[in-house]
């Protein structure tokens, strides 16, 4: 237990706290309860992993993909679904089986050389998506009518203030209730009456007519977004923090997908509403104004301010949590001291990879004439070239007997899964072609 507990820091004071209280009394709970209550005793890291990728630059490339593309890319998001599934069961099924992190079984099972790869790809990774929340927060406060040259910089310093100091939770509700007005994509797609049979059509057939390296790009940034690579770290780590054990493993399995058709539905229908207001009238997107307007047919004139409130909270809540959990991770893959208690003496390297991240995602996202919704897609794609560094890690893991026991990757389930690492390399590959050649 004194391990797991350890183990259980990479995710973060910051990420700890958005489920602490719910998980109170989890197992006395469990051993009383079973069907329904008992699942809703043990929710929270799968639900709260896979909706991670609906923040700033998950909002911007769904929209951006139904503008640019129509429903001719909703097809993607069902493999991607299962994808996000199978990885996510995966990490949470070695956070109750170990007790420990990613991280830390990357460094134990593959050695510090391998943990320094890992831990670059997550480290460039999630600077870029940082990046991305910030400018998030840069075109929310201009959508209010506030310069991001203020806004960002008190952001900043509002969020690293609230983390070192211990306070975060005190707001991070708030930050989470905020990013949930983009339900309201799902009440928009009905109220815009799409055509149905176009939907149905782009869900179920695959289409390649235009396969150029725009193409490529958004259906990277898709995977990107949708499985980025930090979502791993989290929610194995939040399985640890919740002492989820083996015999409770099926609550959490469950969990994990409903987790998943929840987040995988907000993005579809993001898709569908962006699709059905903007791209059938040639309208494409441009700004964080241009996403707004999907939202329309729900709130009318006030659809910016919506959507400029969901941004910002879904921003400000992942520019405090991601810089946080990659410190945490970092620190615990080479040994290093780590907790928001700590003095910068005290933890120099886990404060400050956090200040690093928060100054860079701050600085880029101040810089003039910064193209919004361009930088956004991009570190989307970033995430999704370098995901498979991450998944091969978690597949070996998962499917190592000696670590696993019974407990791990079945035949099929390495298939589907390897499946998923082959597929998003040969895009990766297959952009980089199409980039320089065509």
Known sequence: MADARASAQNLGAAGRRLWRRSTRGVRGTLARRKGLLAYFAILGPGMVAANAGNDAGGIATYASTGATYGYRLLWVMLPIAISLAIVQEMCARMGA???KGLADLIRERF?????????LALLVANTGVTISEFVGIAAASELFGVSRFISVPLAALGVWWLVVRGSYRRVERVFL????????YIISAFLARPQWSAVWRGTTRPSFENLDSAYLFTIIALIGTTISPYMQVFVQSSVVEKGVRVEDYNLTRADVWVGTVFSISISFFIIISTAAALNLHGIGIETAADAARALEPLAGRYATVLFATGLLGASLLAAGVLPLATAYSISEAFGFEKGVSHSFREAPIFIGIFTFLVAVGAF??????LPVISVLLTTQVINGLLLPIIL???LRLASDRELMGERANGRIYNVAAWLTVGVVSALSVLLIVVTLFW
């Open 97 to 99: 089986v170990t007790g």
């Open 111 to 119: 050695g510090v050389r391998w943990a320094a790869l890992v831990m």
């Open 177 to 184: 209730t905020m990013s949930l007005v983009f339900l309201g």
């Open 364 to 369: 880029v996202a101040i810089l003039p004439g």
């Open 392 to 394: 091969i890690a978690v």
